[in-house]
């Protein structure tokens, strides 16, 4: 199946400070990128919707400003976490589906478990 | 917009026994309804998926049923295994356009030897 790799894995920070999250296609070209958040032991919420070369589509209750997300290239989407404070510690995973729809499978990226001291 | 509902939240069977985790669906224009398998700290992996114009679809042990009129599907796994403990997701979308999926809640199953 096609791979979708994010980086990194885990990150720890101080309060206030950014964190960037990448999120790549590797072998397929993403026109559309998802990005979830996942607390322990609770499902995958939906933040927002990642389109390459537009804004973002952001679910109600998700801040724009908090959470930057570009996708600038059909392989690439970021995610950057701004002034981050102890309660966006979480487990951030993107996925991806095919250009042009394919079989409609998601692809999830490893995850990248961020903790915010 | 579309939204899910999954049970159990947590299921306990016995090895070689069957687990049933069933959903329902909001939005008739649903028309994909895949299953995740997320085994702990990793990526979700799709196991099964079925469209809106079959019933039920079947791998290997594994299988889903599609009610459209109910606005319900359930994952079937059978011959459990130690293996098959993990959390299981299941989702629905539209099939066409870039929608995203919408998730339920998780099932926790755990096989016990």
């Known amino acids: 199946g096609a791979v979708v790799s994010q980086h990194p894995s885990r990150v720890i920070c101080k309060s206030g400070t950014s964190v960037k999250i990448e999120c790549r296609s590797l072998d397929f070209q993403a026109t559309t990128m998802f990005w979830y958040r996942q607390f322990p032991k609770k499902s995958l919420m939906l933040m927002a919707t990642s389109n390459e070369g537009s804004k973002a589509t952001y679910e109600q209750g998700v801040e724009k400003d908090k959470f930057l997300i570009n996708h600038a290239s059909l392989t690439l989407s970021t995610l950057t976490v701004t002034s981050a404070h102890p309660e966006d510690s979480s487990f951030y995973i993107c996925?991806?589906?095919?250009?042009?729809?394919?079989?409609?499978?998601?692809?999830f990226g490893e995850g990248s478990r961020l903790t915010v001291l | 917009g579309e939204n899910v509902e999954q049970h159990p939240s947590t299921l306990s069977v016995q090895e070689g026994d069957s687990a049933v985790i069933k959903c329902t669906y909001s939005?008739?224009?649903?028309?994909?309804f895949p299953w995740y398998k997320q085994e702990l700290g990793k990526r979700p992996q799709l196991i099964i998926d079925i469209r809106s114009n079959v019933g039920e679809k079947k791998d290997q042990r594994i299988a889903v049923t599609l009610n459209k009129t109910a606005k319900h599907f359930s994952l079937h796994i059978t011959e459990t295994q130690p293996e098959d403990s993990a959390v299981y997701f299941c989702?629905?979308?539209?099939?066409?356009?870039?929608?995203?999926?919408?998730f339920g809640k998780g099932t926790r199953l755990s096989v016990i030897a």
């Open positions: 996925s991806a589906r095919l250009a042009g729809g394919g079989t409609g499978e998601l692809f």
């Open positions: 989702a629905a979308r539209p099939y066409s356009g870039n929608t995203p999926l919408v």
């Open positions: 939005d008739s224009a649903s028309n994909y």
